[in-house]
């Protein structure tokens, strides 16, 4: 926390860290409660287990500790603008596993912080609504939920209020009493 603190005062949006660490441990805490602050993680004896758990969870790039310093350097830049830094034997693991199944997250609504899981149930819940009444409602300006919508569409992949009522409807589980839309 004092890093994101520090991050945060420095308008930093990227942070590194040692996955070895139990600093790094409880930096990686982090991932998928703050959207604004991406983490770039070096590892040396960490597990592929625990790098791939924290690449699912939201962890955007990975560098060897033997890699040579440009290799951080240009993970941290491209990360800074929004891409993954993954070597090519962690891509591959995650994508056999999530092929193969044997990487299933509950929900893709698991991508999504609880504020955005909140923020989607909301939108689902008011589906023709304006999004002026909906950010009365959730008490936050129209450009705020603009900026959560934004993050809520890049995660689950969609580019729309629509396409996210789609993907409500046909893929994301729903449980009793959970909003969605009603099949007609």
């Known amino acids: 926390m004092e890093s994101l603190a520090k991050a945060n005062g420095l308008d930093a949006n990227v942070i590194v860290t040692d996955l070895d ?4 441990q409880e930096c990686l805490s982090l991932l998928g409660q703050v959207d604004h ?33 440009h290799a951080l350097l240009k993970a941290i830049l491209a990360v800074h603008q929004g891409e993954l830094w993954l070597d090519r034997l962690v891509t591959s693991r995650i994508l056999r596993g999530l092929t193969a199944g044997e990487v299933k997250p509950e929900s893709i609504l698991d991508r ?22 909906i950010a009365n409602d959730l008490h936050i300006s129209e450009h705020t939920l603009r900026n959560h919508l934004t993050a809520i569409y890049s995660k689950l992949g969609v580019s729309s209020r629509l ?13 009793e009493g959970d909003p969605g839309l009603s099949k007609q």
Do not use: C, H, M
Request: aromatic share 2%.
């Open 21 to 24: 660490s139990a600093l790094g």
């Open 37 to 69: 602050v991406s983490i770039v993680a070096l590892v040396g004896t960490a597990t592929n287990d625990q790098i791939d758990a924290a690449v699912l969870k939201g962890l955007k790039g990975v560098v060897q500790k033997q890699a040579p310093d």
């Open 112 to 133: 999504l912080t609880k504020r955005e899981q909140f923020i989607y149930k909301t939108i689902i819940t008011r589906a023709g609504a304006p999004s002026r009444l």
């Open 163 to 175: 396409e996210l009522l789609v993907l409500a409807n046909q893929k994301i589980p729903r449980t």
